[in-house]
């Protein structure tokens, strides 16, 4: 297991067994010396691979023939033998090993003069390079960019950058050659297991070594030659003895954590053993294996013959793991931490950007993760757990806490899927309790079976909650609201699949009484069964509760004073729709300074609002109060809707963020161009002569005179019902009501004295407009009373100095037909044009048409498409439903 990597390239730039430390090292020099002289005297380069090849060849055969007869469970049962203290003393030689590494930089730098940084700097640059070049090798692109990266970002020089790479590779060689002469000398008699040398060869060569290592020393500190390639001097005197004395150390530690972990059996002293290592090392970068891996135990192991293979392979991992893994996490970490720390500003704004794009659909998102969080959950627990980890787990958690594990993670799932539902509606309760799910889930499927795929999928959940929380702020209990259909139908679905899978999984297991008390680590049938009941239990308590506790629909209805007080603003607004205030089946948000209102009814979720805000100012006002109500909505945990909303104020409904939908047109009579005279206004000149020869009279009762003709009023309009099967309506139309028909003037048709047909006419401030809300006729009039009626309204109107007469909505009138037109556009061209028997759709149009009016369309501003059916639904029952209380309180 080489110490450290080198690479074709790097080679070029050292000598045949160089350290894995000067490999890394080199690597980065070789751009710049490819055509030095140490380039030219390395030889060919197919000789040489074909060395290497032969070379590594040789080992792993070696290799292989000293472990096959090693099974893998003794190889473990070797790991878990090995001691703490041995394991602390492995910790103790890396740390001192990759701490010394950070001394070459330190005197280069400080002997080339370059600019001074911290000594953090100079560690984390030096312990992340050689981390990342000792696992991956290829240094020129792994520790060389990382220390190209780090130092200049500190100000470094990229010329100061190489000098530190070829003075720190010169002083691992020196201090590799120190550390192999002394050993030679101090223990010959291993050189002759490991290089086939007798001892006075051995010894020889040490000293040789050791020459050698005092001779480059005396050369460097006397001549000063200039390092190859760049115009750099070599260091003198002292600062080549200190590179001496941290080369032998970085090499002595590491070698040390290699010993401290090796089995019992083996008695080499710690010199002796540095022979092999040193010489491990050295076979291992000529191989240009990434890290040595495999050459570098191959030597170990035919080193030591005599300890047994299982445990000097155990040794082996556990060196692999505390010399090259963990550092190259801890440094994989620090650089990430450090790469985002300097693009912290670029990366909040980038969040910031995608927070804002995708705010809206974060509780949704988290809503769907949650729920498929908790079916995983469920689902984990209907599957019989792996024999393997269970047979690990026996050693470490006792019997009870896996069947209570066990248990609880299926109800935490199924307790997901009920949160679930909370967090769309963006509630707190629903945020905490799901990520306390979440994480408890997480820890129970380790303990239950280390499930540790279920417990990642839990802990990444969590993070994302905890990393959105702000999006988590409503008030309300989790298990609060209605409990919809749709709601009982996924979770339902996702339990019964749960349940399925798991008899499936359990097909050929014999049920019977015993296995509801059968408690085992291998009992996953009885486990599954008891889990079972308590998802069926807590998913029907769950139902139970919400069905009991079930908030009672909110009251449409506002007090004495928020009457009064929105009849004062609709008295001063330009528009009749106004009135609709005054029906009493509303509910009324005022601004701070009462001079506007919404109008609106809630029906389940859905807050809907009736038409645009009414407001006596200009239009930031209503964008104000359409944002108030959007606010109120939020806190309340529903949908707000606005129905029938005009054209002028689209932008502030679209900056709102609500989508719209064409749901009609309106009608609007210009009544300075309206006419009875000329060619224009033959044809209504016609109703009106045919009207009158039948004996019809139209007259406009004022409010004060009504109570005497309210009862046959009210007959007309009974019959009316009655004959058209009809119930009253509300919410966008009004209904009758004595106190309602009291408020507003009557027009009225009498024929031949008697009252045929009648309609309140709402009138606006400032003579804006005028409009009509609720309209009976007896169904025995003449054809053509209606046309009187408003023809002679208009006429009325006009005499009164009105601009406009709005004659209502056409619903489903005025939308694309174009086959590319959107689906709620085709749907409901679809519907006008083949629901004539439930509703005069093209008849209305045409009637309003007769009076040449000005279309204008009407849209409906929702939250976003999926709501629209239900939203829909909503606005039909309130305006079907809402008047039903009122009137019977009226009638009685």
């Known amino acids: 297991m080489a110490k450290h990597n080198s690479n074709a390239t790097a080679e070029r730039v050292t000598s045949p067994g160089a350290d894995p430390h000067a490999g890394e090292a080199a690597t980065i020099d070789a751009p710049v010396l490819a055509g030095s002289r140490l380039a030219r005297l390395a030889g060919n380069s197919r000789v040489r691979a074909g060395v290497v090849l032969v070379l590594f060849a040789i080992v792993c055969f070696a290799l292989y023939h000293e472990i096959e007869v090693t099974s893998w469970h003794e190889v473990r049962v070797a790991l878990a033998q090995t001691r703490s203290d041995q394991i602390a003393l492995a910790l103790l030689g890396t740390a001192i090993s990759y701490f010394a590494l950070t001394g070459y930089d330190v005197l280069a730098l400080r002997h080339l003069g370059a600019v001074r940084i911290p000594f953090s700097t100079v560690a984390l640059t030096s312990f992340v390079s050689q981390a990342f070049t000792f696992n991956f090798g290829f240094g ?27 003075f720190a590779a010169l002083a691992i060689w020196t201090g590799i050659a120190a550390v192999a002469g002394l050993s030679l000398v101090i223990a010959p008699d291993v050189a002759e297991t490991v290089l086939s040398m007798p001892e006075a060869g051995a010894r020889a060569l040490g000293f040789a070594l050791i020459g050698l290592v005092l001779w480059s020393w005396w050369y460097t500190a006397t001549r000063r030659p200039k390092i190859p390639g760049l115009d750099v001097p070599a260091p003198d005197g002292t600062v080549t003895g200190l590179a001496l004395l941290v080369g032998a150390t970085d090499i002595v530690a590491s070698g040390f954590a290699l010993w401290a972990l090796l089995p019992s059996e083996v008695t080499l002293s710690f010199p002796a053993f540095l022979v092999i290592f040193v010489s491990a090392i050295a076979l291992g970068v000529i191989s240009h294996v990434p890290g040595g891996l495999g050459v570098f135990e191959g030597i170990i192991l035919l080193a030591l013959p005599t300890a047994p293979a299982s445990g000097l392979l155990a040794s082996l991992l556990l060196f692999r793991f505390i010399y090259y893994l963990l550092p190259m996490g801890l440094a994989a970490g620090a650089l990430a931490f450090l790469e985002l720390r300097e693009r912290q500003e670029a990366l909040a704004k980038h969040a910031k950007r995608l927070g804002s794009s995708l705010g809206a659909s974060i509780p949704l998102v988290s809503a769907i993760l949650v729920f498929l969080g908790g079916f995983i959950l469920m689902v984990s627990g209907s599957l019989p757990a792996e024999h393997h980890r269970m047979a690990i787990l026996r050693y470490a958690v006792p019997l009870p806490f896996v069947e209570a594990s066990h248990f609880v993670a299926s109800i935490a799932g199924t307790l997901l899927l009920i949160v679930a539902y909370g967090l769309a509606r963006r509630l707190e309760s629903a945020w905490r309790v799901a990520t306390t799910l979440l994480l408890l889930g997480a820890a129970f499927s380790l303990l239950k079976g280390i499930d540790y795929e279920e417990a990642v999928v839990c802990l990444t959940i969590a993070g994302l909650l905890i990393a959105g929380n702000r999006w988590f702020y409503r008030k309300g209990g989790v298990l609060s609201g209605a409990l919809q259909p749709s709601e009982i139908l996924a979770i339902g ?81 330009e528009f009749a729709h106004a009135n609709l205030a005054l029906i009493g089946d509303k509910r009324f948000l005022f601004n701070a300074e009462k001079t506007g209102f919404v109008m609106f009814g ?38 707000p809707a606005f129905y029938q909303v005009s054209s002028e104020n689209l932008p502030i409904y679209l900056d709102a963020g609500f989508s719209m939908v064409k749901l009609g047109e309106e009608a609007w009579v210009d009544l300075g161009a309206f006419t009875l005279d000329g060619a224009e206004g033959r044809k209504l000149r016609h109703a009106m002569s045919k009207a009158q020869r039948t004996g019809a009279t139209f007259e406009v009762v004022p409010a004060a005179n009504v109570t005497p003709v309210l009862p046959e009023l009210r007959r007309v309009s009974d019959a009316w019902l009655k004959e058209r099967k009809q119930k009253e309506k509300g919410f966008s139309l009004g209904y009758w009501t004595d106190a309602y028909m009291t ?150």
């Open 140 to 166: 020129i692109l792994t520790g060389g960019a990382v220390r190209m990266r780090l130092y200049g970002a500190a100000g470094v020089k990229p010329d100061h950058i190489l000098a530190t790479s070829v």
């Open 493 to 573: 679905l996702a339990s019964i699949t749960s349940i399925w899978i798991g008899f499936i999984a359990f097909r050929d297991v014999a049920y019977d009484d015993t296995l509801w008390w059968d408690f085992a680590y291998r009992g996953d049938a009885s486990r599954f069964l008891r889990a079972t009941v308590g998802i069926a239990v807590t998913v029907l308590i769950t139902v139970v509760y919400r069905l009991i506790n079930r908030a009672a629909p909110a009251r449409n209805t506002a007090s004495r004073e928020e009457l009064d007080t929105a009849r004062s603003i609709a008295a001063a607004s």
């Open 743 to 892: 408020q507003h003037d009557i027009a009225i048709v009498r024929i031949n004295g008697r009252i045929a047909a009648f309609a309140n006419i709402w009138r606006s401030a400032n003579r804006n407009e005028m409009s009509i809300d609720i309209m009976r006729v007896r169904h025995e009039a003449p054809n053509g009373t209606m046309d009187f009626l408003f023809t002679a309204l208009m006429d009325y109107a006009k005499t009164e100095r009105y601009h406009w007469f709005n004659l209502g909505m056409a619903p489903l009138s005025g939308l694309p037909r174009h086959r590319l037109a959107p689906l709620w556009s085709r749907m409901a061209t679809w519907i006008s044009r083949h629901g004539d028997r439930f509703y005069k759709f093209e008849g209305l149009r045409s009637f309003k048409s007769k009076f040449r009016p000005e279309w204008r369309p009407k849209y409906l501003a929702y939250p976003s498409g999926v709501l629209l059916p239900q939203i829909l639904i909503d606005v039909t029952t309130l305006i079907a439903t809402a008047p039903s209380r009122a009137r019977t309180e009226e009638t009685t």
């Open 602 to 639: 809630t029906q389940g979720s859905s807050w809907i609002a009736m038409g645009d805000p009414i407001v006596n100012g200009d239009d930031d006002e209503v964008a104000a109060l359409v944002w108030q109500f959007k606010e109120l909505v939020d806190r309340n945990s529903g949908v």
